[in-house]
């Protein structure tokens, strides 16, 4: 087994993390930035070290300090964490040449995937089934046009690059297609550097349901089920289901095999997640792959009893995975809530300060708080909003959401504004209770509506 771990990330993901290892015996390494001297990861670990300036590329972005921080406190591995370098192929490759392990899957599987026009085209190989849409890149308009033609409107035009909405547009009808490609590829180059295009099919409605793979290097490869991740804003989830109230235990295995074989394919190592779109009909479409631990991966852990990264740790020591796929299965209803830092009133504005004072709900079976949020602790403004996940389980569905609305009314945080309001009224509505929802509802049909009310604290 490892012995010391260096955690390349910071906030709850950080602690998660932390955690996991004193828990192994494994010592931890944190790396803080300047705005994070006082952040609970900096506190919890073993040992901490200073890696630059409150700027993300100045301190969890540089590729060398980190690389100096783990070579001075002897660590032998390097978690990633989510965001930040957990999908970044030059860092893997570096913390191989420097023989540190990377906790994650092959440099290659995360170039390969990195790509979504080639991810698609691995999965074609698989025998995965794939959004239809374009093979090779579409470099203009005009072959865009010849293509959207051929596969029928709507379609969608997506970076290669891209991930998470960035340098994609939803084209409806031909006569918007000129500027769109052009505002898609401008984006794609401005925010990625790589402005090839690609293009498919809108799939709608439908649901955003992912697969939770884990994979060791003796070969073995399992799925841990379904998460349904529909509910997003701006394409940021907002909350996370398992098991899915969409998918018949049939779909739900066809998903499970055929995540496991994308997996086999590309030699994929680590914990892993597939995502689908899955249409009105059960017909799943792979969408994308994304190769490291998932904010939402508690969702998993709750509904299984699988520790995913105890098991990350396991996979990179060589251990052999605990857990056999007939051991695993889903049980009662999982849901998990984010908490962002951010006021839902004056569209979702990001908030910093200090926390004046701070209450996480607790008590009862089958309730989790994932933060590294204490009283008297400033959030920084330089970083990611979500602050903390509530993750709740129940024998079934009302169950969990019974037992999360009374999680929210329990948490308080003064100091700065969040979305616990938001996360209630979500709970509350009518069509998420009945389970009917697809991936436009909150953003075009639930948002529309809802008049965010005044904070009780
Ligand atoms: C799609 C799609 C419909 N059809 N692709 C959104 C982010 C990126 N990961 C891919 N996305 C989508 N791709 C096809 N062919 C709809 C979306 C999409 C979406 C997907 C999951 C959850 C929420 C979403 C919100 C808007 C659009």
Redesign the pocket.
């Known amino acids: 087994m490892l012995k010391k771990v260096l955690i390349a990330n910071r906030g709850e993901i950080a602690v998660r993390i932390i955690r996991a290892c004193h828990e192994m015996g494994i010592q931890t390494v944190a790396v803080y930035s300047e705005a994070d001297r006082e952040a609970l990861h900096t506190q919890l670990a073993t040992e901490a070290i200073c890696i630059g300036p409150a700027r993300a590329t100045d301190s969890y972005l540089d590729m060398t300090s980190i690389l100096s921080a783990a070579v001075v406190t002897g660590a032998q591995a390097i978690h990633p964490g989510f965001g930040f370098l957990s999908e970044n192929s030059i860092f893997a490759t570096m913390c191989e040449e420097m023989n540190i392990k990377f906790i994650g899957p092959k440099a290659e599987t995360i170039d390969l995937m990195g790509n979504k026009s080639n991810a698609r085209n691995a999965m074609i190989e698989a025998e995965v089934p794939v959004?239809p849409?374009s093979k090779d890149y579409i470099h203009t308009a005009e072959e865009a046009e010849i293509k959207a033609k051929e596969l029928g409107y709507p379609?969608?035009l997506?970076a290669a690059a891209?991930?998470?909405?960035k340098g994609?547009r939803?084209v409806m009808a031909p006569e918007e297609l000129i500027p769109l490609f052009s505002q898609a590829k401008a984006e794609a180059k401005a925010a990625f550097g790589d402005d090839r295009m690609y293009i498919?099919?809108?799939?709608?409605p439908?649901r955003?349901i992912e697969m939770q793979i884990l994979a060791d290097e003796h070969g073995n490869v399992i799925h841990l089920g379904e998460r349904d991740?529909?509910l997003?804003r701006n394409?940021q989830?907002v909350l996370e289901e398992a098991p899915s109230t969409f998918i018949s235990d049939q779909t739900r295995q066809e998903m499970g095999e055929t995540a496991v074989r994308a997996a086999q394919h590309v030699g994929y190592i680590n914990a892993g997640t597939i995502?689908f779109?899955v249409d009105s009909d059960e017909k799943f479409?792979f969408?994308?792959m994304n190769t490291r631990i998932q904010v939402e991966h508690p969702v998993t852990e709750m509904a299984t009893g699988v520790d995913i990264v105890k098991e990350q740790l396991r996979i990179a020591s060589g251990i052999p995975l605990s857990i056999k796929q007939e051991d695993v299965t889903l049980t009662g209803h999982t849901i998990e809530c984010r908490i962002n830092a951010e006021n839902p009133a004056e569209n979702f504005r990001p908030s910093s300060g200090q926390i004046d004072y701070l209450f996480l709900p607790s008590g009862g079976n089958g309730l989790r708080v994932e933060s590294a949020m204490y009283g008297g602790y400033t959030i920084p403004p330089f970083y990611d909003s979500m602050i903390a996940k509530i993750i709740t389980k129940g024998e079934n569905r009302e169950e969990a959401i019974a037992k999360m609305q009374r999680a929210l009314q329990e948490l308080v945080i003064h100091g700065v504004d969040t979305n616990q309001y938001f996360q209630e009224a979500i709970l509350q509505d009518e069509r998420f209770v009945s389970g009917q929802f697809d991936?436009?509802y909150l953003?075009n049909v639930f948002l529309p509506t809802w008049q965010p009310q005044t904070p009780r604290n």
Not at 162 to 165: E, I, K, V
Not at 200 to 204: A, F, G, H
């Open positions: 959004i849409g379609v969608i997506k891209g991930g998470g909405g994609m939803k498919e099919k809108i799939i709608s439908a955003h991740c529909s997003q394409h989830k995502e779109l479409y969408m994308e991936t436009d953003q």
